[in-house]
């Protein structure tokens, strides 16, 4: 018996190496230009009063002092309501919005991606519509909405329009709809219902979109706290550490070392979480779907 062995010839790289080292170029200068104002928060919060007020500014940090982290301190330590307790409001409503708005968001793109019914185009097209709809134009109606269901001075006022959101399913459905229909047809055939083929094939599937649809809901509900807790709620123990900050550091201009240190820590928390899952969110965008 003959074996024929048939071999492919090698997939050459039309870019040289001086494009490389152009293409690394240009791509080093835009990631430093986008560092650029991260750096600068990270220096203004180690810098000395001084240093902070000084014309024309300097960018890095000459005489780094922790000194504002320290005056920050004692102005938590000093209001009546327990830091812990704002914390754990900011907590709540960015975890439990974010784990809603993933959940609802992917079980109603769902049956839009993958499954015919009547007034399907119709919904998608709102879906998109509603794209085109900042947060300031629906303030009103939201605000109605929530004095109408009895959520206004609760954390809910904040959930419930940030699991509501639109931005979820259309980029869940739009995610959804580069699985093969083979694969579903499959499941089907061994007898799995809908509700099986949604969590144990088809969110495993998308998991970089949720993963990178965390992120989003995630970064939006940390730093709706100001707003959020001049607008909806109004006990102070109910509010957020971001509206917290604002209030504690409104004492004028001494106060404005420690709102670098605490612009700062506001920052910490969707950095880490962006950078545990920045994987995902270069996979979802890159992705070049899948094909049956």
Known sequence: MTVIQI??????????????????????????????????????????????LKFPPDFLVRNPTMTNFSDLYHLLAGSWVPVTRYLYNTFFIAIVGTAGHVIIASMAAYPL???????????????VLSLMF?????????????????????HWA????????????????????????????AAEIDGCGEFRIFWTIVMP???????????FSFQGLWGAGGAAGAMYIYSEQMKTIDYALGQILQGGIIRTGPSMAATLLMLTVPIFIFILSQS????TMSTSGMKD
């Open 7 to 52: 071999r492919l010839p090698k997939k050459r790289i039309s870019r040289s190496w001086k494009g490389d080292v152009m293409l690394f170029a240009l791509l080093a200068l835009v990631g430093y230009f986008m560092a650029l104002p991260l750096v600068f928060v990270i220096s203004n919060a180690f810098k000395p009063i001084n240093e902070i």
């Open 280 to 283: 995902s969110i270069i996979q």
């Open 205 to 215: 599937v998308v998991k970089p979109a949720w993963l990178t649809l965390i992120i």
């Open 158 to 185: 904040v959930i419930i329009p940030a699991i509501g959101s639109s931005l979820g399913i259309y980029l869940m459905k739009q995610y959804m709809e580069q699985i093969p229909d083979a694969l579903l047809e």
């Open 134 to 154: 900042s947060a300031t134009v629906t303030q009103i109606t939201n605000y109605m909405t929530m004095s109408w269901l009895g959520f206004l001075d609760t």
């Open 113 to 127: 991606a993958k499954r015919h019914f009547p007034g399907k185009a119709t919904l998608f097209t709102i879906v």
